[in-house]
């Protein structure tokens, strides 16, 4: 588990591009629009959670632990909810991101692979979220540090459920499934690398 503000070295090794600096301070310059798509994106993954218990309702396991997962995730938005309110910041609706959209977008049409991708993509959401509230830690006013910093370990755990939950559900063999595994941590490069033109808690490098 990690200490406040330390991002563990499971999720270093897992993604092979770092947070463009450029994106860290366009950030730090719009934390109310940063709040917002956060409070979205905790929401759109209790979704995510909540569909996968439905889609795969005969796997134990793994509908326990997205149920709490789901449970956690939902928590967290009330949380970024509250901090939006004592910023006077209205909530709306987003748009999915071009990240979540292009990533989405690669998942395969058949079982097991497309439990397979969309596990791996939840691993890498999470892992990337992880890896912003540690970059974002020694820029943000003291109360979102706290805040940022008490949310790390448990992404962190929703990162290794998911991927673990990934390996356990292929078919593939073990050299398939890290084919696999490094061409969708490749797209997800990628789009951290490129430049975006809406800025996002995933988005890219700022136009």
């Known amino acids: 588990m990690a200490l406040a503000g330390q991002l563990p070295s499971s999720i270093n090794d897992f993604l092979t591009v770092k947070t463009p600096q450029a994106w860290v301070v366009e950030a730090c310059r719009r934390i109310p629009e940063l709040l917002l798509d956060h409070a979205n994106c905790e929401l759109k993954a209790a979704s995510t959670a909540l569909s996968t218990i ?10 326990h632990q997205m ?21 006077s910041i209205p909530f ?4 999915a991101s071009r990240y979540a959209g292009r990533l989405h977008d690669s998942v395969r049409s058949a ?14 959401i ?7 509230f ?3 830690l020694p820029n943000l006013p003291e109360d979102l540090q706290q805040f940022y910093a008490g ?5 962190a755990r929703h990162f290794e459920h998911y991927l673990q939950f990934a390996r356990s559900q292929s078919g593939d063999t073990q050299t398939e499934f890290e084919v696999r595994l490094t061409e969708l941590t490749h797209c997800e490069a990628n789009l951290i690398s490129e430049t975006d033109d809406d800025f996002r808690f995933h988005s890219g490098v700022p136009r």
């Open 126 to 132: 999470e892992a990337r979220s992880c890896e912003r």
């Open 111 to 124: 079982e097991p692979g497309r439990l397979v991708d969309s596990l791996i993509i939840g691993a890498l």
């Open 134 to 136: 540690a970059a974002l």
């Open 54 to 63: 439905y889609r795969y309702s005969h796997i134990d396991e793994l509908v």
């Open 92 to 95: 709306k609706r987003l748009s």
């Open 67 to 87: 149920s709490r997962l789901a449970r956690e995730e939902l928590r967290h938005f009330e949380q970024v909810r509250k901090i939006m309110r004592a910023r």
């Open 151 to 155: 949310l790390l370990a448990s992404e």
